[in-house]
């Protein structure tokens, strides 16, 4: 299978491209600059010269692959319009294929609203998209329209790695010796899901004939941010302290790419494993943390 990849040198982008060449996938992956040419080449991918900003030098290339999967954003005053600009380009150029061209694009938790009082969140939720993410929804709006994509939206919860993600940003805030400044409380409820685990689901979801499917991606339902706090600080022997932080006076909502730290959220992922057979190897904090500590 050719797999097309945007985003394949990011937090997530990189695992998906590191898990698709180990299920024996032929990678070609989008690179701006010749290091992040050089970093997708070390994962066994193939890197095809472009930017998102720039669609039309590479989607006729991505439309000529089995299957695409969007990982890419640019975080910057753009994003949204870059973002829907590209896939509408995606999806003009798919337009001609005898199969639709599937795809599998990255939203996210934060599309979701705060619940609480025991509730969880499921795909059957109702959209209430954080203003800098407003975009994603509008963009899967227009991809699910028409037969020319066959769509599948995966939802990471807060993803976590060695180096990226709030159990490495606590520890790194534990060892320095300093509070871990966040827009949450205490009592804050997070969705966690561990980057290598989330890059299996993309595998899973790749595999679905199904048109229009949407996943949500928590290996940890939902723990409130002191838990895993004491979490971290039983791991290292010494306590963390949490400090609120609220947004900037000065902030426009349309890029505050972090008010979603404050969003209580807890997930139901019933969906999801029985859907794909998805079974993630890091579903109790404890492990998660030990994994990703060191």
């Not at 299957?67 to 995606?90: E, P």
């Not at 407003?134 to 709006?141: H, V």
């Not at 966040?182 to 969705?191: C, E, G, I, S």
């Not at 791991?235 to 505050?256: K, Q, Y």
Request: hydrophobic fraction near 40%.
């Amino acid at each position: 299978m050719d797999v097309f990849v945007t985003g394949g040198t990011g937090t997530i982008g990189a695992q998906v491209v590191r898990r698709l060449v180990r299920d024996g996938a032929s990678v070609i992956a989008l690179a701006r600059s010749e290091a992040s040419a050089a970093k997708l080449r070390s994962l066994g991918a193939s890197a095809y010269p472009g930017d998102l900003r720039a669609p039309e030098g590479w989607v006729s290339r991505a439309a000529s692959c089995d299957a695409l999967i969007h990982a890419g954003a640019t975080f910057s005053s753009d994003m949204g319009r870059t973002d829907r600009q590209c896939m509408l380009a995606l999806k003009q150029a798919a337009r001609h294929r005898h199969q639709p061209l599937k795809v599998i694009y990255t939203g996210g938790i934060w599309l979701f609203p705060a619940v609480g009082g025991g509730r969880k969140i499921t795909e059957k939720t109702s959209f209430s998209p954080l203003p800098a993410f407003r975009f994603m929804s509008e963009t899967i709006r227009m991809l699910s329209n028409g037969t020319d994509l066959n769509l599948a939206v995966v939802h990471p919860a807060l993803a976590c790695s060695r180096e990226t993600g709030p159990i490495a940003d606590m520890t790194q805030a534990l060892k320095a010796g300093r509070p871990f400044e966040t827009r949450a409380t205490p009592d804050t409820v997070w969705p966690l899901v561990e980057t290598g685990d989330l890059a299996e689901l993309y595998l899973l979801a790749l595999r679905q004939p199904r048109f229009r499917l949407s996943l949500i991606a928590a290996s940890i339902s939902g723990i409130s941010v002191g838990h895993l706090a004491s979490h971290i600080s039983a791991r290292h022997g010494r306590p963390l302290e949490i400090v609120t932080a609220p947004a900037a006076d000065d902030v426009d909502p349309d890029s505050d790419w972090t008010a979603g730290y404050a969003l209580s959220q807890a997930i139901d992922t019933s969906h999801t494993h029985r859907i794909t057979g998805w079974q993630p190897d890091h579903s109790a904090v404890e492990d998660l943390v030990v994994a990703l500590s060191r």
